[in-house]
């Protein structure tokens, strides 16, 4: 059976398909909807002014009697009598038409007046209602042209529509025995009423107002959408970034209210972005501060009791050295951390590429730092390829990467734990994690961790120190590289993820 009616499903579909392209198409314009709006109203007005022209035929209504048929009947009853009289060649074939006529007058219907004559104008046979003995024909055939001259008569012609109530008159020469004779008929014709209808102003009228009706009607919907679009723009012109205007259609009112909501979306989220970071700033400014302040604090306290001598014994005297040397390093560590911040997003960098082995920088970088890691318990635990994995970057760039990430991991780390630093290659790039075990991260500080400014809850880490620019550094060399930094937490396990481009290989 499917294959029975499989060219029908066929053929089905595609007429559906045939249909839906051009309501598609209508759809996704405004031009064509106004169009195809315009001719519809436009054929429907059309219809209706032709559908109700029937209703005011009666009040147009004009009556006319035409004469021309009855003047066309005299003719022919004249010609008739004249051919058969030809034909028989007698006179009495005249009489018949005669005899009829007074009967008629007996019968007091309209009858003709019939006159035969010869060629002196004699009056020779004639009904009875004729009173003439002698006529001129000259005259009498004169007055005949000129009556068919401005009246002619022409059967079924509109425009040969006698309006006049006149005595007609026509003639034939007919010769009988080798005689010369003129038959006359003479009467006043019968009408025909006739009936004309105008369809008047009121047809078009009606059918212009349906489509005035109808066009507005159909294009209301468009009205609407183009109002609530101007009342959203002025929402979100007077500060309502949230407002959205409702999205209807394909077409290409649809999509300028799905640009404006966008461009509404795109505005609230930059100035939240710049509030946040106005925060951030703030934020920033107070713990800089802070920051400064604090070993500034204690470097001067320090020097004051050196310069003062307020000291016990030289084992006192170094430990107030190495204390205010230690300050100076932390507030030299912040100054620098605000200086590379600026200086990596405000100028144009140009990145010094070289080939570097990845392998030997990491190795070189983890065992610079493990005496560091051991003072908390931590251990480094690799898990690099064997072969050798090299890539072209800057280099003295991403050591600050990579040095930030595993300073990171010794100072947030929980003690007693490992650092597992993974390396691999893949198609077009390397990819480089740092994880270890840390306290809870929740979506929103995994989301600003690589954020300008930002510093993890202080009460929820054992480190108080830093700027907070140390992974937001590292994002703008990674990004520099064409690389990309994310970071993930999962089961007690904060991992970095670095992934960079192989542009050279060895």
Wanted: some cysteine; aromatic content about 10%.
């Amino acid at each position: 059976m499917k294959k029975i009616f499989k060219p029908f499903y066929y053929s089905n579909n595609k007429i559906k398909s045939m249909i839906k392209k051009p309501i598609h198409r209508v759809q996704r314009s405004i031009r064509i909807q106004l169009v195809t709006t315009f001719i519809v109203c436009a054929v429907l007005g059309f219809l209706t002014s032709k559908g109700v022209a029937p209703f005011f035929e009666s009040a147009n209504q004009t009556v006319t009697i035409d004469y021309s048929s009855g003047m066309v009947g005299i003719n022919n009853r004249a010609r008739y009598a004249a051919d058969a009289a030809v034909t028989e060649n007698k006179v009495d074939a005249l009489q018949n038409i005669i005899d009829e006529e007074n009967q008629n007058i007996e019968w007091k219907r309209n009858a003709l007046k019939v006159l035969v004559t010869d060629e002196e104008g004699k009056v020779l046979y004639k009904t009875k209602q004729a009173e003439e003995e002698k006529i001129n024909l000259h005259n009498k055939m004169r007055n005949v042209m000129d009556f068919a001259i401005n009246h002619p008569t022409k059967s079924g012609d509109s425009e040969g529509i006698e309006k006049s109530r006149k005595e007609f008159i026509t003639f034939y020469p007919i010769t009988i025995q080798d005689k010369n004779l003129y038959l006359f008929v003479s009467g006043i014709p019968e009408g025909d009423v006739i009936y004309s209808t105008e369809e008047g102003p009121f047809p078009f009228l009606i059918g212009a107002i349906v489509f005035i009706f109808l066009f507005f009607y159909v294009t209301k919907r468009k009205m609407i959408q183009i109002e609530t679009m101007a009342q959203g723009v002025n929402e979100i012109a007077k500060g309502n970034l949230a407002y959205r205007i409702e999205e209807k259609g394909q077409d290409e009112m649809a999509l300028l209210t799905k640009n404006i909501n966008q461009m509404a979306e795109e505005i609230m989220v930059n100035i939240e972005k710049e509030r946040e970071i106005e925060r951030h700033k703030n934020e920033l400014i107070t713990n800089v501060s802070h920051d400064l302040r604090t070993p500034l604090t204690s470097i001067m306290g320090y020097l004051r009791l050196l310069r003062d001598a307020k000291y016990d014994n030289r084992e006192q005297y170094d430990e107030y050295i190495k204390i205010a040397f230690s300050k100076s390093e932390q507030l030299k560590n912040l100054i620098e951390d605000l200086f590379e911040y600026t200086k990596l997003t405000n100028e144009k960098n140009v990145l010094e590429k070289q080939e570097v082995c990845i392998n030997e920088m990491l190795d070189q970088l983890i065992e610079e730092l493990v005496p560091q890691a051991e003072e908390h318990g931590l251990s480094f635990v690799k898990e690099f390829p064997e072969e050798r994995i090299y890539a072209k970057l800057d280099s003295e760039k991403i050591v600050r990467v990579f040095d930030n990430l595993l300073m990171n991991a010794i100072k947030y780390s929980k003690d007693e734990g490992e650092i597992k630093v993974f390396l691999k290659k893949q198609e077009d790039h390397i990819q480089i994690s740092v994880a270890n075990q840390s306290e809870e991260f929740t979506r929103k500080e995994l989301k600003n961790l690589f954020e300008r400014f930002y510093k993890k809850d202080q009460s929820r880490s054992r480190v108080s120190e830093g700027s907070g620019l140390g992974l937001a550094i590292a994002k703008s060399i990674v990004d520099l590289q064409n690389g990309d930094i994310r970071a993930e937490y999962e089961d007690g396990i904060v991992r970095f993820i670095i992934s960079l481009p192989i542009e050279a290989e060895k």
